[in-house]
């Protein structure tokens, strides 16, 4: 199959287009920028504004995909608060083009969604599919919209689209936007300088991780066989506390008790992994009480469908996350 991937310079991209090579796809990648170095086996890479509706248009009939994956997104609930307007023109305008332009030639599409579109509770429970949503962000507000936008190009022009709503994710090269990235950071500094000061979150958050390479793996399975107009949870099903990832990574380099940790803020749902350290103004802070920063989900749907299943322990990706950040300031020392 040939596969456009949108966003293909983002940290999923990569790794997305490496495994549809690996399994024998066709690969055009395409994001904003031109990428530093393309990767072998690609067909070619296409510098794309998503918000460009000719453009889009141009490159959908110059590509002819059989399969989209859009992964392109402003993808930072903190980053979304700061600019909600950039958001929407990114995350819905574009998405909207994106569809707009596949509509003819009807390609199977996968449209990435997010857990951030679920509506948060403080009971202790797995959330499915058919879960409530309610936009606690305007980035979570995007998702959901994107998601009824892709329904309505699947009744009204056939486009089989299928919707990811994914939990959080990690592994090498992550940014240090996202929670374990700025821990992997901070902590490659701190153990060569033999200790410190470091800065988080709200360590009481508890999170659903996978590893990004299981995550690409299930974006292809669904790309292959997923059931048009359905949501799939994208997770591992188990709830991790965000300050004992902290204590794992620490443990790792023997720096427990050689660093102070200064927690910037509470009540967020962003530094937990999401997005940015810190959290949005005001009102739209997540509630304070013990079990409401909690974002656990069903993976069941997925299993039971598509056979998928998480093959890297979440204590593998923290390592291998943390050796790239150790690597990254071996080379800039």
């Given at each position: 199959?040939?596969?456009?991937?949108?966003?293909?310079?983002?940290?999923?991209?990569?790794?997305?287009?490496?495994?549809?090579?690996?399994?024998?796809?066709?690969?055009?990648?395409?994001?904003?920028?031109?990428?530093?170095?393309?990767?072998?086996?690609?067909?070619?890479?296409?510098?794309?504004?998503?918000?460009?509706?000719?453009?889009?248009?141009?490159?959908?009939?110059?590509?002819?995909?059989?399969?989209?994956?859009?992964?392109?997104?402003?993808?930072?609930?903190?980053?979304?608060?700061?600019?909600?307007?950039?958001?929407?023109?990114?995350?819905?305008?574009?998405?909207?083009?994106?569809?707009?332009?596949?509509?003819?030639?009807?390609?199977?599409?996968?449209?990435?969604?997010?857990?951030?579109?679920?509506?948060?509770?403080?009971?202790?429970?797995?959330?499915?599919?058919?879960?409530?949503?309610?936009?606690?962000?305007?980035?979570?507000?995007?998702?959901?919209?994107?998601?009824?936008?892709?329904?309505?190009?699947?009744?009204?022009?056939?486009?089989?689209?299928?919707?990811?709503?994914?939990?959080?994710?990690?592994?090498?090269?992550?940014?240090?936007?996202?929670?374990?990235g700025s821990f992997c950071s901070q902590i490659a500094r701190l153990e060569r300088a033999g200790g410190g000061e470091m800065h988080v979150g709200n360590l009481d958050s508890r999170r659903d991780f996978l590893d990004v390479?299981?995550?690409?793996?299930?974006?292809?399975?669904?790309?292959?066989?997923?059931?048009?107009?359905?949501?799939?949870?994208?997770?591992?099903?188990?709830?991790?506390?965000?300050?004992?990832?902290?204590?794992?990574?620490?443990?790792?380099?023997?720096?427990?008790?050689?660093?102070?940790?200064?927690?910037?803020?509470?009540?967020?749902?962003?530094?937990a992994g999401d997005s940015s350290l810190r959290s949005p103004p005001g009102p739209h802070s997540l509630h304070a009480s013990a079990g409401a920063d909690l974002l656990v989900g069903d993976p069941t749907k997925v299993q039971?469908?598509?056979?998928?299943?998480?093959?890297?322990?979440?204590?593998?990706?923290?390592?291998?996350?943390?050796?790239?950040?150790?690597s990254e300031v071996e080379r800039n020392k």
């Amino acid at each position: 199959m040939r596969v456009l991937v949108t966003g293909a310079g983002g940290f999923v991209g990569g790794y997305l287009i490496s495994h549809l090579l690996d399994v024998g796809h066709e690969v055009v990648a395409s994001s904003l920028e031109p990428p530093a170095d393309v990767q072998e086996g690609l067909v070619s890479w296409e510098v794309l504004e998503l918000t460009d509706a000719p453009a889009v248009c141009s490159c959908v009939a110059a590509v002819q995909p059989e399969g989209i994956i859009h992964c392109a997104a402003q993808a930072s609930v903190g980053g979304s608060w700061n600019d909600p307007t950039t958001t929407y023109r990114s995350n819905i305008e574009g998405t909207g083009n994106l569809l707009a332009a596949a509509k003819e030639l009807r390609p199977r599409m996968v449209l990435i969604g997010s857990a951030q579109q679920y509506a948060r509770t403080a009971h202790e429970e797995r959330l499915t599919e058919t879960s409530p949503q309610a936009a606690s962000s305007p980035y979570a507000l995007t998702k959901i919209a994107q998601e009824h936008m892709g329904r309505m190009y699947l009744d009204r022009y056939q486009v089989p689209v299928v919707l990811t709503r994914s939990f959080n994710h990690t592994g090498p090269g992550q940014s240090v936007q996202y929670a374990v990235g700025s821990f992997c950071s901070q902590i490659a500094r701190l153990e060569r300088a033999g200790g410190g000061e470091m800065h988080v979150g709200n360590l009481d958050s508890r999170r659903d991780f996978l590893d990004v390479r299981d995550v690409v793996r299930a974006y292809t399975l669904l790309l292959e066989g997923g059931v048009p107009g359905e949501p799939y949870n994208i997770c591992s099903g188990r709830a991790v506390r965000m300050g004992e990832v902290l204590d794992k990574l620490l443990e790792v380099t023997g720096l427990k008790g050689r660093v102070q940790v200064q927690q910037l803020t509470k009540a967020v749902g962003s530094v937990a992994g999401d997005s940015s350290l810190r959290s949005p103004p005001g009102p739209h802070s997540l509630h304070a009480s013990a079990g409401a920063d909690l974002l656990v989900g069903d993976p069941t749907k997925v299993q039971a469908k598509l056979g998928w299943r998480p093959e890297i322990p979440l204590d593998r990706s923290l390592v291998e996350t943390l050796d790239w950040y150790r690597s990254e300031v071996e080379r800039n020392k």
